[in-house]
């Protein structure tokens, strides 16, 4: 036998601290969400506003880290051209410029996203990570969505029509099945 394949008391504490894998998962060490890191499409000044928002939090200064979320907000209606005096009639008029984006984000911010005073450290946390959620939803996905849409415009464009033959008769009663399933 081998001097591997023999147990001693040195080996065998040494596969005792071995600690067995864990099913928890822990969440603070794994990797933030996507939307949380700041794409480099989001315009500039947007992604610095973001960043010193963070730097405060994280160093505890809700003053500065609310006062940069909230102009970070003010500089994103008006990169869309929906600023106006009224910052719930902004965030309508972005609501509605962007409707693929989730009511609740919008929530949100008219909660959050007024007023003078800092916010509680939870809340500026809520804050940040909405206007990141948006950010990311307007200048990343609304941008994939447009490239998407594109490619496959490309692609059915340049399909021959003689080449793609349709069978008429499968689809009308396909249509016509679907027409009575919806009466019944």
């Known amino acids: 036998m081998s001097q591997s394949a023999v147990q001693t ?19 603070d060490q794994g990797p933030p969400h996507r939307f949380l890191v700041v794409d480099s499409r989001v ?4 992604r610095q506003m973001l960043d010193e928002a963070d730097g405060c939090m994280n160093l505890a200064f809700t003053t500065g880290g609310t006062a940069c979320v909230r102009r ?24 509605e410029k ?8 919008f929530t949100v911010l ?5 007023g003078d005073e ?12 909405t206007v990141k959620a948006i950010v990311y939803e307007i200048y990343v996905l609304g941008i994939e ?14 399909m021959k029509r003689d080449s793609i033959s349709v069978n008429t008769t499968a689809a009308s009663a396909k249509a016509e ?3 009575r399933a919806r009466r019944e």
């Open 9 to 27: 008391p040195e080996r065998e504490k040494t596969f005792q601290a071995t600690p067995k894998p864990s099913a928890v998962v822990d969440n």
């Open 98 to 105: 962007h409707p693929a984006i989730a009511p609740t984000l």
């Open 118 to 129: 800092p916010l509680r450290v939870d809340a500026l946390t809520a804050l940040i990570a």
């Open 43 to 46: 315009p500039a000044s947007i």
């Open 72 to 95: 970070a907000m003010r500089v994103i209606l008006a990169t869309e051209g929906v600023l106006t005096d009224d910052y719930s009639a902004s965030l309508l008029s972005l609501r």
């Open 110 to 114: 008219d909660l959050l996203g007024t």
């Open 177 to 179: 099945g679907s027409a």
């Open 145 to 158: 969505r447009l490239d998407a849409l594109e490619y496959l415009s490309e692609l059915l464009a340049s």
